[in-house]
Every structure is written in structure tokens, then in C-alpha cells.
């Protein structure tokens, strides 16, 4: 049984903007188990809790590439586009993004509530 | 790029070609599986994303392309490059790729595929390939919204900003409380808590079992762990323990026996025990045990967690534990008074008005519209009160359409209870009946309106009568804040309290502590068996009365479960290791002794939980004919009996329908479910104490092998079958239809017919699975149970005969005797007593409630000439299992016995007269034989038959078993004096003061040749002169000649002519002097047939072995005559005179 709870933990992770803190099982590119599946950064991966499956897993966060913070995937945190941004960072270089990532920020800002209902 | 722009050969919905970009994306080792419901799920979704793709290409796709350089182009000088791509691509924002060069390069070098036409091309594969990426992502942000949720959740409890303060506490103290309120969290995560900081081997205790399984299920869930063992459970009769668990949740009951079992605990490092305040007799037994066990082991940390109610109390007890106090979280609760008006209130005798009640609901429909959602509960004391208001609401709410009106109470099947969760249409409110099992044990979301009534039944035990006692009772203040919050657990809420603010002022602070208010039988014998010592000295958070310790030791005494000295008897100390009552417990090694384990399993088990029949069936016609053949005039075990057998019989039949063969007789599955549990439960913990022979070992037929191997496949089917519905759980409340509410019972009906005809079809495939059916075929083995089932179910009259004198020894001292006017009494009217109790009834759901007559004296025997006015040799008792005294005092689970027979066989007090015409049975039944001296005969045969049984019973508990031949021996006599045995006599019960009166006293000169005559009649006795009773002790439960006889002093010292049918000897003898002289004068051929023909002289024969010496007072003569001609004999005196 205790198998199928899948990988050890090797540390905790925790977004250094929301505060979401959680264990995670793997830290890199390519998460144990998952043959043709390459991360295209280095992320803090969790084994799946919610899955059956040993292989299934979730990418908690990275770093974002300007400042280093480690931040969590969730959309009031970061973004990705090509590499991992914090949103400050965003914000900050906004004018380098595309007009289609700066519209769903935009939207984001208006009616943050709606955006990601897990983050109300 | 739509497949619209494909070779035409390529069709996206044929399975062939997704077959073909199967084997590229989803091989057997790859991330997603063929055929996994991951793999079902991306085919769903890709049909999306392309449609979603065309929709977009339609819509103008080109701007984007212009666009996207400008835009890139215009970067603020000075900040750095981010080296962002030119041109816009929602690829771009997908952290995942897929490689899947190997398989691609493969089929390019084969080349075949392309001139099959139907391979995919590459462009097919970026598509598919793009699709896979766009799936992955979107179930990434599912996965990790679903554990955003989860952590932003458990931030916002309020419990959480004591995270640290909590984990310090109890690191540096041994003992602290954790005092919040309901919502505070404290259940969830404290254990978590600990668990993330270190701690491991953590126990946590709940008062109910079902809170076990939904915290584990919920903490696990929250720790990340659901699919592994760290956080798991542990209930009667089910585990998810393993030796990975760190977090253990497990009910009181449980960590007590676990403390039997290892009385440091030392598995343990942290135990919390939560809801305290609740005062269970567990739990304050268990805190009693631990603030010993702290003392013992430093290293132990205990936390208790309770409402904020009487914190002082528990922290003062652990010498001054810190507390840590929690808000809870509940939204405001407006209190409004509303006293029932004197002209409304029901008075003892009367029904419940239930007017009050409804004007609640009126004012709401009044007050509130419809829009604002938010349902009623309703506090009632009891089941009769439910419905009385019931009815009313219901009325009202056929005619509002506003309301559907639902009962809630433990007696309900558990379909109906689980009706309350299911959720109001709208426009319509739930207006949920209840007892105070909503104030903790059933949680209900969505209740915004709270109606108390101040009224609480609560069980009580009147140790004088030996009683349990069900009244109303006025709760206390903790109570009505309890009952109040449940208005405010989603929003604010109202409560209406039908009483008036002084009362609610008036009321006890505190509920009273369960402690204070049950018999402490099982409690006491739980404390010999740990070894606590004296249980009147034990330091208990709130000590319950000496008299009730009492009572409960000399009840354990009467059981034989401790000797005189109070300490544990053999068989004490095995009934102190079984989870039941102590009549069962003996009733369950009584059994292991004879071949009648399995029946006897059976019963206890069925005696253990609720009864399967539900109430409201009951008047149900097709319930009641469907139910006939289960019913057993014998008694209600045996019906009991007779229904497990038919259950497990139906299950076989027809795999899977014994839902529908219980509903049509309004059976709750479920208990036969726990039936089946705890039977298995008690069969493991008689094996585990030698008190069964291990299964057969012997060499394994082909046959078997064949048998064990296809069980083997089935099981395995059925753990797949138990995984998808362990997936599936937590499917979507139903919405109840207005029609449903109110007594609307499906019980009996075919409520499948129903709902097809309702045209719902909210079963779903899932849901039609019997999720019980499957846990019961994996725990059990069918094909053994309904080999057992059918061997007990065809029990000859001998075996049901033995299994009732088990059944009845294990019952004693709960006897009942009938009043002897029964038989001119309406059947509702048939009265009985116990030792302690007059006038107690039947109650209704006992088979001799409907069938009273199979109880009386056969009135033909009645008021025979020489047999005196009621005379029988047919007399019975009624051996109960519970007496519960609510508007009646009721006994329930009866069985009916032949009354000298079994008490003689298994009473602790029996004493008789000089000539054995008169025995007083523990003083409290007094009956009186028309021949002593073929009395005196039954006595000894008993006397030895119960010698013979306590030997095979100590051997039997010493694990030295008893021989096959000699069990079968003591069996067929047993059965032979329980059923053939014939003497008339009348029985009656003693007044208190005839009781008192009873004894001859100490005697100064005790008659040796008394005592050297029942040495011979009794052989291997030793009697005694009762320092006491007077008279001679034979055994420790027969004392011979100790009653006062005030209307026949001298009848032993008459002495009447008689002549010995052996030697011929004639001469004037008394009874005594007679009785020696027959048991001397045996002819030695005949002396081992003679020893059972004492119990046998029933069948009136003119045979002349059955035949006898007859001295004849009014002829003077002696005759020759079987007992049936004796009293033909007396029959003529009496017409003549």
C-alpha cells in the first residue's frame, strides 16, 4: 500500500509569494516514471496525491528566471511563457510580453476573483 | 489546421487511426496508459480542442501574427532582455513536453506505414502531439488547484494560528487540552499538526466509529496521503492500519482493549482523545486509565480535545494541564424564546401538542421568502414525539408545497437516515425531525433555522430493579448551545427555544456524564481484568456512586464472573476479553463447550446489535406475511436465528438480490451485515482462547484446491470492484422530491418500481453496485456460511432444546415469570415478574407480544383432581435480554423455558423443605411439588448433571478439551431433563415479606442422620449444616431442609408404610429415610439405567420399568402404578368424595 503513496518526500516547498507550502517528491527536468515527458524547467514535482497512479504528478513551482524566487504555478503567482516568471517580474517587463499575456494579466487585475477560485 | 485539410483516408474518430496514434503517445510504460480513464479522458478532450481550434481559425487568426513583433518590439530601454520569443504561440505557455522521437523515427524507417494510406502522417502527429501537451497542462492546473484549495482551506480554519503554539505545548508538557469550539478544526488538524512536526505513532480516539472512518478518509486527504497507509483507522471490525500508519484513529472502546492487551501503550507516542466533554463511559474510564499511564511513561504525550464546556475540570484533573482555548467558527445565531403556553403543553398521559411546532414553521414561510434557501431541524425527545409532529408538519407541508418533512432518529433504516443529507428542490425547505442524535453525531449542512424543545430521553439504570430506564429529562445548557449551533454552521441562523429564558437559566450546566447514569457491569469486569484493583477506589475524573459499583460487582458475582472475593473467576476473565454484555459473553462459552457453536455465534451476534426488524415495517401486511416463516414460537433469538440463516441462504441464491428479499421483509440489511461481522469477530476470539478446535486441516482435496482457486479470482474481481467505488465515492447528494418526505416508507415496497416509474433514473451504474455485498463476499466465505446457516437452520428439537438451556444459562438471572391470570387476560394485557420488577410487559416486537398463548398452562393439566389448583408439570419462565422501562417497563428478546427444569439446572439459591414438596428459588420463587420424594429424585439428578457440566466447562476453559463421548453424554441427559421431566408443582413469586421470612435459621442441633441419608441419595456430596439458612447444605446452590414450613412442621418427621419394589423391605419410613433406602437398594445390574431413569419416567406407559410403589393415604393400600395411573388413582378419591 505504502508504495502506491509513491516517492519520498525530499523537502518542503514553499512559494515565497503566497506562502503555499507542501512536500514535494522530486526536484529537476524529468520526473521518475513518465518516459516521454520532459519538464521544460527545473521544478519542485510532487508525486499525484489525489491520483491512484504512482507516475502521476504535479508541478508545485520553480524559480522564476529573473529574481530566483521560488514561486508556486498558480496563476496570482507566476506564469510561464517559454521560462517561469513571477508576476512582479511580469509586471515589471510587461512590455516584452506578448499582447495575449498581457490581456489575460489585465483580465486578471479586474476580476481577480474569478480568474482562480482557489486562490480566493 | 483542421482534419478537414487531411487525406481523406484519415478519419479522427475512427478508432483504427487513434488505435495508430495510440501506440506513438500512449504505450504501455508511457504517462498515460491506453485504455486508463487518463487516456479515455484526453479522446474526450481532444474532440474539444480541435473543435475549439476550428472555432478559432474561423474567427480571424491572422491578426495575431501581426501583432505579436510589434508588441515585442517595444521594450522600455534599460531592462533586461527577457528573450521572449517573436511571435505569440499558446504552445509557449505549456511548462511540458513530450518526446517521442524513438517511435517516430522507427515508423519513418519501416516507410510501410505511409503506403498503407491510413498511418498518420506528421501532420497528424503534431496534433496530436499539441493536444496531448494542451491535456497535460490542463490537468496539471486541476491537479494543483485541487491542492491550492486544500492548503488555502486549511489556512483559514481558525485553529490554524495556533499551529505553532500547539506543536510547543505539547513538546514541552506531557498533558494539554485543546479547548475550540464546533468549526474550530481541532479534529482535523491538531493530529496533522503533530504529524508534520514530528511526532509519529500518533492514536487519536473518537467516541463514534463513523467519525473514525470519515477523519481518517478527510485527514489523510489533507495530508497528501489518501491512496498510501500513513493516516488509517481502526474499528470493530475494520482496519486501514498497516505498519506504515503513523496517525491512527480509533474509537475509546478500541484503545481500551488495547490497553488489556499492553498496558504501557508503548506502540504509542502521542495519543489524543477527542470530545472529552462529551462524557462517555469510555472515554472517562480511558481518561482515568491514562493519567495512571502518564505518570508511568514520560515520554507518552496525551492531548485532549473538547468544547469549550467545563475546560477547568479536565485541566485540573492532569494536575494543571495547560489549555489552549480556540474560537470556534460559527456565524451569529439570533435565540428567540418562545414558551409553550400552558394550555398547550402535553401533560404525562397525552399526546404531544403540536402546535407550537408548526407556528415556527408558518412564522418562516411567513417571514423568509422562499429564495433564501436554508432548511429546519427540530429537536424532539423521542421516537413518539417524531411522529406526533410528523404528521402535523406533514399536513402542512402537502398543503404549502413549501416543506419536505423528514424524520431522523437511530431506529430508522439507514436509507431513511441518510434522506436528511439529500438536498430541498427549490423553493422548498427540509424540515428535519430529530432526536439529539443531530446535536453531535449526524452533522447536517445547510440548517439555518434550529427549534429546541428543551426535552432530552435519556437512558438511565435503576440498579434496585435492575432497569434500564428511558425518560424525558430537561437538558442542559450545554446542550441547548450545542443544538443552537447547529443554525450557524454555513450562515446566521435563528434558533427558537419553546421555552422560556429562566427555564433555559434553570437548566444544569452540564449534561450528566454517562458514568453516572448506566449499570457498570462491563465497566467493573474491564478494571478486574486490567488489574486496577478495587473499583470503588479508582480515581475517576468524576467518581460515578459506590452503590452502582456495587451493584455491578454483585451482579458479576451472580454471573460467576468474580468468586466471592471479588476477584476473577476462569471464565470472568475470558468474558472481560469479549466485546459484549456478560449474558452474551457466557451464552458464547457456553456454546464452544457443546457442538453448537455456530447457532450460539449467531444469536450472540444478533443479540449485540440493533434488531434487523424495523418498526415501521411492522404493520406493514406483506412485511408481516413475507415474515412469517422467520418467526419462532420458541422465542426471539430464534427468530433472529432462523432470519441471519434464510439471509445468508438468499445471498447464495441469488447473489446479490438479498436487498430485495430484505426489503420485502422490512429487514435493515445493515445489521445483518454487522451480524455477520461480529459473529466472525467472536468465532476469532473463542479460536484465539482455545476454546474452538482449529478448522480441519487435513489434506486438500482436488475438489477444495479447485474451490480455493476460483474464491482466489473472485476476490480479486471484488477488490477491483471495492477500488472503482472507493473512486467514485463522494458522488453528488440526490435532490429529494417533494412527495418524499414524511413517513413515506420504502421499506416493503419495491422501491426500485418507483423511481423507474418517476422516470429519474438517478441510479447510476455506480451507485447500483452493493458496495456491502462486495465487503461482505471478501471477508466471508459464503459457501462455509451457508453450510453453517443450513446446519442450524434444521436443528432437531433436541439440539434447539440444548441450545435454549445455553441461551437461558447464559440469560440468568434475567428471568420473567408469568402472572398467573395471564391465561384470562387480553393478549395486550399478559403481565410478568422479575426478581426486582412487577407487572413488566412484553414489548411489541417480541414474537410472544403477538402470540401470548404458547406461554400459559395447557389448561387440560390445569385443575386435575389430586393435582391441586394450578398444578403443571408445564410451567415456563421467560428469559430476557433487556428490560427497559419508557411509558412501560418492557422486556425484550425473550425466550421461553420450562421453569423447575432450567431452574434447577442453572439458579445460584435453591432451597427446600424437609419432605421436598416446597423449593424457594433465590428467594424469590416459590414452588410448590405435589411429590417431594419424586422431587427430591429431579434434585439430585440435577444436581449431578450441573456437577458433570462445570467439570467439562472448567476443563473446557483450562483448554483441556472434554472427550467427544462424554460431551455427547451430558448433552443427551441435559436435554432429556429439560424436556421429559415430569412433576407437577405451581410456581409463584414470593411477597417481600413472605422473602424474609423464608429460613428455619442456624439449628443447635443439626440432624446427623440427616446428613448421612443425603449422602447416599446424593452421591459425592457432602452436605453441610447451613451456618445461616439452617438446614443442610448439599452444594453451594442446594440447601436441603432450610425453609420454614409454618403450615407443616413436622412433615419429615411422618413416617408412612412403604414397600421397597426391590428387596420387598415394608416399613414405615419418612420421604428422607425412603429416599436413602432406594438409593442403597439398587440392584447392581440395573444401577447405571436406574440413574437415568429418574429424569426419564415420562412417557406414561404400562411398562412395567416406568411403574412404581404407590402407598395410597385414603385406600390404605399400596399399589404398583406408573405415575399417569397414580394420578388416575387419586382422580377416583377425588370424584367419589
Given at each position: ?120 | ?381 423521542g421516537v413518539a ?24 432518529h437511530s431506529t ?45 430521553k435519556?437512558m ?5 430493579a435492575k432497569m434500564q430506564r428511558l425518560q ?111 449474558v ?22 444478533a443479540l449485540s446489535v440493533q434488531s434487523p426488524f424495523l418498526r415501521s415495517a411492522q404493520h406493514?401486511?406483506?412485511?408481516a406475511?413475507?415474515r412469517?416463516?422467520?418467526h419462532s414460537n420458541q422465542g426471539d433469538p430464534f427468530t433472529l436465528?432462523?432470519t ?22 422490512g429487514?435493515?440489511?445493515?445489521r ?139 440469560l440468568?438471572?434475567q428471568l420473567a415469570l408469568p402472572d398467573?391470570?395471564n391465561?384470562?387476560r387480553k393478549d395486550s394485557e399478559q403481565i410478568f415478574h422479575t426478581?426486582?420488577k412487577q407487572g413488566v410487559v412484553i414489548h411489541p416486537t417480541s414474537v410472544f407480544a403477538s402470540d401470548p398463548?404458547v406461554l ?21 419462565l421467560l428469559a430476557f435480554v433487556t428490560l427497559l422501562e419508557t411509558n412501560k417497563p418492557y422486556v425484550s428478546n425473550c425466550v421461553r ?241
Amino acid at each position: 500500500m505504502e508504495a502506491s503513496a509513491g516517492g519520498t518526500v525530499r523537502g518542503m516547498f514553499t512559494c515565497e509569494l503566497c506562502g503555499l507550502a507542501t512536500p514535494f517528491t522530486y526536484f529537476g527536468q524529468k520526473p521518475p516514471n513518465t518516459r516521454a515527458i520532459v519538464l521544460l524547467e527545473e521544478s519542485y514535482v510532487l508525486k499525484d496525491p489525489f491520483s491512484h497512479d504512482r507516475e502521476k504528478f504535479i508541478v508545485l513551482g520553480s524559480s522564476c528566471t529573473v529574481c530566483h524566487k521560488v514561486v508556486c504555478v498558480g496563476t496570482e503567482c507566476s506564469l510561464f511563457y517559454t521560462k517561469r516568471f513571477c508576476l512582479p517580474c511580469v509586471r515589471e517587463n510587461l512590455d516584452q510580453f506578448p499582447q495575449q499575456i498581457q490581456a489575460e494579466l489585465a483580465k486578471k487585475k479586474s476580476a481577480p476573483l474569478h480568474t482562480d477560485p482557489a486562490k480566493r | 489546421m483542421t482534419s478537414m485539410k487531411m487525406d481523406d483516408k484519415w478519419d479522427w474518430d475512427s478508432p483504427q487511426c487513434r488505435a495508430q496514434l495510440d501506440e506513438v503517445f500512449f504505450r504501455q510504460h508511457d504517462y498515460i496508459q491506453a485504455g486508463s480513464q487518463d487516456h479515455k479522458d484526453f479522446w474526450a478532450f481532444f474532440e474539444r480542442f480541435q473543435r475549439f481550434k476550428a472555432k478559432k481559425e474561423m474567427s480571424g487568426s491572422k491578426d495575431n501574427k501581426y501583432d505579436d513583433p510589434k508588441c515585442s518590439k517595444s521594450r522600455k530601454s534599460g531592462s533586461l532582455d527577457l528573450g521572449l520569443p517573436k511571435e505569440y504561440d499558446a504552445r509557449y505557455k505549456i511548462n511540458i513536453s513530450v518526446c517521442t522521437k524513438d517511435v517516430e523515427e522507427k515508423m519513418e524507417g519501416c516507410g510501410y506505414r505511409r503506403q498503407t494510406q491510413s498511418g498518420p502522417g506528421k501532420q497528424e502527429i503534431t496534433d496530436c502531439r499539441l493536444a496531448l501537451l494542451h491535456f497535460l497542462d490542463f490537468s496539471q492546473k486541476q491537479s494543483f488547484n485541487k491542492l491550492a484549495k486544500l492548503r488555502h482551506e486549511q489556512r483559514s480554519l481558525p485553529i490554524f494560528h495556533y499551529r505553532d503554539k500547539i506543536v510547543e505545548l505539547v513538546k514541552a508538557h506531557s498533558v494539554v487540552v485543546v479547548a475550540g469550539d464546533t468549526g474550530c478544526g481541532k479534529s482535523t488538524q491538531v493530529p496533522q499538526y503533530l504529524l508534520s512536526s514530528g511526532f509519529t505513532n500518533i492514536a487519536c480516539t473518537q467516541p463514534r466509529r463513523i467519525a473514525c472512518i470519515s477523519l481518517a478518509k478527510r485527514v489523510s486527504f489533507e495530508s497528501l496521503n489518501q491512496f498510501g497507509s500513513k493516516v488509517g483507522y481502526q474499528i470493530r471490525f475494520e482496519t486501514t492500519r498497516t505498519l506504515a500508519t503513523k496517525l491512527l484513529f480509533l474509537t475509546e472502546g478500541l484503545l481500551l482493549r488495547q490497553i488489556q492487551q499492553d498496558p504501557l501503550l508503548s506502540q504509542y507516542q502521542v495519543l489524543i482523545v477527542d470530545e472529552v466533554h462529551e462524557r462517555h463511559l469510555h472515554c472517562d474510564f480511558l481518561l482515568g486509565v491514562l493519567r495512571a499511564l502518564v505518570g508511568v511513561r514520560p515520554d507518552l504525550r496525551l492531548v485532549l480535545m473538547s468544547a469549550t464546556i467545563n475546560i477547568k475540570l479536565f485541566s485540573e484533573y492532569f494536575r494543571g494541564a495547560p489549555v489552549l482555548q480556540v474560537p470556534g467558527r460559527l456565524f451569529p445565531i439570533q435565540v428567540i424564546y418562545q414558551p409553550i403556553p400552558p394550555e398547550e403543553q402535553a401533560s404525562r398521559s397525552e399526546k404531544l401538542d403540536p402546535r407550537p411546532y408548526l407556528r415556527v414553521l408558518q412564522g418562516i414561510d411567513q417571514r423568509y421568502p422562499t429564495e433564501e434557501r436554508g432548511d429546519l431541524l427540530l429537536f424532539l425527545s423521542g421516537v413518539a414525539e417524531i411522529s406526533t409532529v410528523l404528521e402535523a408538519c406533514q399536513t402542512y407541508a402537502t398543503h404549502t408545497q413549501r416543506w419536505i418533512v423528514l424524520p431522523l432518529h437511530s431506529t430508522l433504516s439507514l436509507a431513511q437516515q441518510d434522506k436528511v443529507f439529500d438536498i430541498a428542490p427549490p423553493g422548498v425547505r427540509k424540515c428535519i425531525i430529530s432526536t439529539n442524535i443531530a446535536e453531535t453525531s449526524v452533522t447536517i449542512d445547510g440548517v439555518r433555522f434550529v427549534v429546541d424543545s428543551g426535552k432530552v430521553k435519556e437512558m438511565s439504570f435503576d440498579p434496585k430493579a435492575k432497569m434500564q430506564r428511558l425518560q424525558e429529562f430537561w437538558i442542559s445548557r450545554a446542550s441547548s448551545e450545542q443544538r443552537k449551533g447547529r443554525a450557524g454552521r454555513t450562515g446566521p441562523g435563528v434558533c427558537y427555544r419553546l421555552y422560556a429564558e429562566s427555564d433555559y437559566d434553570a437548566f444544569a450546566p452540564y449534561p450528566v456524564p454517562e458514568i453516572h447514569r448506566v449499570a457498570l457491569d462491563s465497566l467493573v469486569l474491564q478494571m478486574k481484568s486490567m488489574g486496577l484493583g478495587d473499583p470503588g477506589s479508582f480515581s475517576f475524573i468524576d467518581p460515578p456512586p459506590a452503590s452502582s459499583i456495587q451493584t455491578a460487582v454483585t451482579y458479576l458475582r451472580e454471573q460467576g464472573a468474580l468468586d466471592v472475593s471479588g476477584e476473577l473467576t476462569t471464565i470472568g476473565s475470558l468474558l472481560a476479553q469479549l466485546p459484549v454484555d456478560v449474558v452474551i459473553g457466557k451464552m458464547l462459552v457456553l456454546g464452544s463447550l457443546f457442538n453448537l457453536v455456530e447457532p450460539v455465534l449467531t444469536i450472540a451476534a444478533a443479540l449485540s446489535v440493533q434488531s434487523p426488524f424495523l418498526r415501521s415495517a411492522q404493520h406493514n401486511p406483506d412485511c408481516a406475511t413475507a415474515r412469517q416463516p422467520l418467526h419462532s414460537n420458541q422465542g426471539d433469538p430464534f427468530t433472529l436465528l432462523n432470519t441471519f440463516n434464510a439471509w445468508v441462504q438468499a445471498k447464495g441464491e441469488r447473489g446479490g438480490g438479498s436487498r430485495k428479499w430484505c426489503r420485502r421483509r422490512g429487514l435493515e440489511e445493515q445489521r445483518l451485515y454487522e451480524m455477520v461481522n461480529l459473529r466472525r469477530q467472536f468465532k476469532e476470539l473463542l479460536r484465539s482462547h482455545g476454546l474452538l478446535e482449529e478448522g480441519s486441516g487435513g489434506a486438500v482435496t482436488p475438489e477444495e484446491r479447485r474451490r480455493r482457486r476460483d474464491r482466489l479470482t473472485e476476490r480479486q474481481q471484488l477488490h477491483q470492484l471495492k477500488r472503482q467505488h472507493d473512486l467514485q465515492e463522494g458522488a453528488r447528494r440526490k435532490v429529494l422530491r417533494l412527495e418524499e418526505g414524511g413517513q413515506g416508507d420504502s421499506s416493503g415496497s419495491d422501491d426500485d418500481n418507483a423511481s423507474q416509474g418517476t422516470g429519474k433514473g438517478k441510479k447510476t451504474e455506480g451507485q447500483n453496485l452493493d458496495i456491502q455485498e462486495v465487503k461482505f463476499k471478501l471477508r466471508h466465505n459464503v459457501d462455509q456460511l451457508q453450510e453453517v446457516a443450513s446446519a442450524s437452520q434444521d436443528l432437531s428439537s433436541r439440539r434447539q432444546a440444548l441450545l435454549k438451556l445455553l441461551l437461558c444459562r447464559g440469560l440468568y438471572p434475567q428471568l420473567a415469570l408469568p402472572d398467573e391470570h395471564n391465561a384470562t387476560r387480553k393478549d395486550s394485557e399478559q403481565i410478568f415478574h422479575t426478581r426486582n420488577k412487577q407487572g413488566v410487559v412484553i414489548h411489541p416486537t417480541s414474537v410472544f407480544a403477538s402470540d401470548p398463548e404458547v406461554l400459559h398452562v395447557p389448561e387440560q393439566e390445569d385443575g386435575q383432581p389430586g393435582a391441586g389448583k394450578g398444578q403443571s408439570g408445564r410451567h415456563q419462565l421467560l428469559a430476557f435480554v433487556t428490560l427497559l422501562e419508557t411509558n412501560k417497563p418492557y422486556v425484550s428478546n425473550c425466550v421461553r423455558v420450562p421453569a423447575l427444569q432450567l431452574l434447577l439446572l442453572v439458579s445460584n439459591c435453591v432451597d427446600s423443605n424437609g419432605d421436598c414438596t416446597r423449593l424457594v428459588v433465590d428467594g424469590w420463587l416459590e414452588l410448590c411439588l405435589s411429590d417431594g420424594e419424586r422431587t427430591l429424585g429431579v434434585v439430585s439428578t440435577a444436581l449431578e448433571l450441573r456437577a458433570e457440566w462445570e467439570r467439562l466447562l472448567q476443563a473446557q476453559l483450562c483448554k483441556r478439551r472434554p472427550s467427544a463421548r462424554d460431551l455427547q453424554h451430558l448433552s443427551d441427559r441435559l436435554v432429556r431433563f429439560l424436556l421429559y421431566t415430569e412433576v407437577n408443582y405451581t410456581i409463584r413469586r414470593l411477597t417481600a415479606l413472605q422473602s424474609q421470612n423464608l429460613y428455619v435459621g442456624p439449628q443447635s442441633d443439626p440432624t446427623t442422620s440427616d446428613a448421612q441419608a443425603l449422602k447416599t441419595i446424593f452421591p459425592g456430596w457432602d452436605p453441610q449444616p447451613d451456618p445461616i439458612k439452617g438446614g443442610l447444605r448439599v452444594s453451594s446452590y442446594f440447601t436441603y431442609n432450610c425453609l420454614s414450613d409454618p403450615s407443616d412442621l413436622y412433615s419429615e418427621c411422618l413416617r408412612t408404610f412403604w414397600t421397597c419394589p426391590h428387596c420387598a423391605l415394608y416399613m414405615p419410613f419418612t420421604p428422607l429415610e425412603r429416599m436413602q433406602h432406594q438409593a442403597s437398594c439398587k440392584p447392581p445390574e440395573e444401577q447405571p439405567a436406574q440413574e437415568e431413569s429418574e429424569s426419564e419416567t415420562a412417557a406414561p406407559s404400562s411398562s412395567s420399568s416406568l411403574s412404581r410403589l404407590y402407598h395410597c393415604d385414603i385406600c390404605d393400600k399400596d399399589l404398583t402404578l406408573t405415575s399417569t395411573e397414580i394420578l388416575k388413582h387419586k382422580r377416583q378419591h377425588a370424584v367419589a368424595s
